[in-house]
């Protein structure tokens, strides 16, 4: 079989791909290893998370991205809530922070509220009392990143004409052909998507980028009772120290002083604490950050439970049982959010380097595609 386009991994990245592909009138196939996509892209809290950019181009490529997610949720029968996000602040350094962000104000910054700690009952129940207040933003998107990869698939199977080929491993791309366990494909270019297979494939490109490994843990709760409702992703001091938006901030060099005192090992193991509700009433909660190739910590477990006591330190959650625990591991590159090379004629190899492919992917494939068939 021939095609325009081979995209070597079915996560939100690969599909993003191929739909700008189909979008630009190639004939496009999908190559997945697994039964479905098992990877990053489901292994996540579904966030499209605008609020943490930082303003200039990373925060013009969410949006972009945004726009090509709402467009794709209209014709796919997707569900994409707009959840917003609520950044609580539990120490003085944490509001002094908030205060001076929501002072920021342009046409290329996000839409920031400062809420009083008298309001905050009305963002978000079972908030923990003392609280000094929160900084909200309606730019945050919740996707079911659980059954959101499935469902593009079969959309662009059925009204883009674009092929899949699950449970089919490619065992070497390059020189027009995508060699795979069930044959042989010629295609005119070839995009790989995911750090995985872009390791195994251009092992080679791969070293000489210096990227590495992110390993993350994450825990979900049983459902919610009934009627209990979270609508906004809820984060603290700790997602505040590592996200984009509060980077220029005059205020975050104290807020990273006091967490490095007080909470020395949530910061060793890079904990940063996201509270979100699933469509099932669950709560997916997370997560952690060790860096290189076998990075995992000594005791689990351990981590788990700095995960819980700071979600504990935020919110009382009616049903705090844990239903399920799972590792993720995305690429990193330090300083960098996207790795793009051509290791070879008719190959690109393409990641997010930052953890936030779900929040960029869609504007890096709109790229990606633009100069491929420029």
């Known amino acids: 079989m021939t095609y325009d386009l081979a995209v070597v991994g079915g996560g939100i990245l690969g599909l993003a791909h191929a739909w700008q592909g189909a979008r630009a ?4 196939a999908v190559f997945e290893r697994n039964a479905y996509a098992d990877g990053a892209s489901v292994r996540n809290f579904g966030m499209l998370a605008i609020a943490a950019q930082q303003p200039g181009p990373e925060l013009q490529s969410a949006r972009a991205s945004l726009a090509a997610w709402q ?3 209209a014709s796919a029968g997707i569900s994409l809530r707009q959840a917003g996000c609520l950044f609580v602040a539990r120490r003085p350094e944490e509001m002094d922070l908030l205060v001076e962000r929501a002072a920021a104000r342009g046409p ?3 839409d920031f509220t400062l809420i009083g700690a008298e309001d905050l009952a009305c963002h978000a129940p079972g908030l923990k009392e003392g609280a000094l207040g929160a ?4 730019e945050a998107w919740k996707a079911d990143q659980r059954g959101v990869p499935a469902a593009i698939a079969a959309w662009l199977a059925r009204d883009h004409g674009v092929t899949f080929h699950f ?5 070497h791309a390059g020189d027009g052909q995508v060699e795979t366990t069930d044959g042989q494909h010629a295609a005119g270019q070839i995009v790989i998507c995911g750090g ?5 494939l251009c092992p080679d490109a791969w070293a000489q980028s210096g990227v590495s490994t992110c390993r993350l843990q994450m825990l979900r709760t049983a459902p919610q009772p009934e009627g209990w409702r979270l609508k906004p992703f809820v984060m603290g001091g700790l997602s505040m120290a590592r996200y984009t938006a509060f980077a220029n901030c005059d205020a975050l060099p104290a807020l990273r002083a006091v967490q490095s005192a007080q909470m020395p090992e949530a910061v060793k193991h890079g904990v940063h604490v996201i509270i979100a509700q699933e469509d099932d009433g669950s709560i997916t909660l ?6 290189g190739a076998g990075a995992a910590p000594d005791d689990p477990a351990k981590v788990d439970d700095l995960i819980l006591a700071e979600t504990d330190a935020l919110m009382t959650l009616p049903e705090r049982r844990i239903a399920a625990r799972w590792v993720g591991n995305y690429a990193h590159l330090s300083g960098q959010s996207l790795l793009r090379i051509s290791p070879c004629a008719g190959v ?3 990641t997010v380097t930052n953890g936030q492919g779900m929040t960029h992917g869609f504007a890096v494939a709109a790229e990606t595609i633009a100069n491929l068939t420029a």
């Open 25 to 28: 009138g190639l004939r496009v």
């Open 71 to 73: 467009e794709v949720a």
């Open 108 to 110: 290329d910054v996000q």
């Open 135 to 138: 900084l909200y933003s309606p």
């Open 167 to 171: 449970g089919t491993e490619v065992i």
């Open 196 to 200: 995985n297979d872009f390791a195994r």
């Open 286 to 291: 997370g997560d952690s950050h060790h860096y």
């Open 348 to 350: 690109t190899a393409v």
